[in-house]
């Protein structure tokens, strides 16, 4: 009984001090179990989806082993899109194809340096905002909208398509992936031909059993004026960055 006045002689007062300073829903909060679950949960997702987090400190990621499927360090992945590729990576070994990892999880700050780099680097070519940050949307995403925060999306051997087409070096690997990838959940979500988004990139895929969802919680959850904290973001709202960028996607990677 002791203790019981004792601990209400402190709480009491600890919750009429929290009402008198207007946090009456984290106050709230506190007594409802189901509510503070909740709100960190979404709070994550959002994180997540945007990037905004350290894959190094997260245990859904692993790192991908160098040099069985990399040249270079710190490439990691969600567990199960690395288990997939390996299987794929195993079987494309097979018919003589080899598989380089080459860029997986970029997180929120990664890719703003990609980005204020490329804008930098755009100026003269493209004075105007929207005209630059279109021009840097043909291959690049915004910070807060690029598959690669998910750790479900790899871009593999080369970054130019002549290179993935007829005669070029990676002409069996595209054709390889094209007929096989999806056997292992991979799919190429910039084909060309489409009516919105990034260019086509052959080099880019997404292990869609984790990544479609994820594309819907993205659609569901993020809006054009979440993407800030980077230089050009005022021009997200106009360009349409989610419905264009981010929905534009080939149709079979949903
Ligand atoms: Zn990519």
């Not at 019981?4 to 106050?27: I, K, N, R």
């Not at 990691?76 to 598989?99: C, Q, S, T, V």
């Not at 084909?191 to 569901?220: C, I, V």
Request: charged share 25%.
């Amino acid at each position: 009984m002791k203790y019981t006045f004792y601990l209400l002689g402190l709480l009491v007062p600890a919750y009429f001090f929290a009402l008198s300073c207007g946090q009456t829903t984290e106050a709230g909060a506190q007594t409802s179990p189901t509510t503070v679950a909740e709100k960190p949960a979404s709070e994550a997702l959002t994180s997540y989806l945007m990037g905004k987090y350290d894959q190094t400190k997260d245990d859904r990621f692993v790192t991908v082993e160098k040099p069985a499927y990399t040249d270079r360090p710190y490439m990691m992945l969600r567990k199960e899109a690395y288990e997939a590729f390996k299987n794929m990576h195993a079987a494309a070994k097979k018919d003589g194809i080899n598989l380089r990892i080459i860029s997986s999880t970029r997180n929120f700050q990664q890719q703003k340096s990609i980005w204020e780099s490329k804008w930098s680097k755009t100026a003269g070519q493209a004075p105007d905002p929207l005209e630059r940050a279109r021009v840097i949307l043909q291959y690049s995403s915004m910070p807060g909208a690029s598959r690669h925060h998910w750790g479900t999306d790899i871009d593999v051997n080369a970054l130019n398509n002549p290179d993935f087409s007829k005669g070029g070096k990676n002409e069996k690997t595209y054709d390889w992936l094209v007929q096989h990838a999806s056997e292992y959940g991979f799919c190429q979500p910039y084909t060309a031909g489409r009516e919105h988004g990034y260019n086509e990139e052959r080099w880019h895929w997404s292990y869609t059993p984790l990544s479609a969802d994820l594309t819907k919680q993205y659609l569901e959850n993020i809006t054009d004026k979440d993407l800030t904290g980077f230089t050009g973001s005022e021009t997200a709202v106009q360009i349409g960055i989610v419905e264009k960028y981010v929905k534009g996607i080939n149709p079979n990677c949903n």
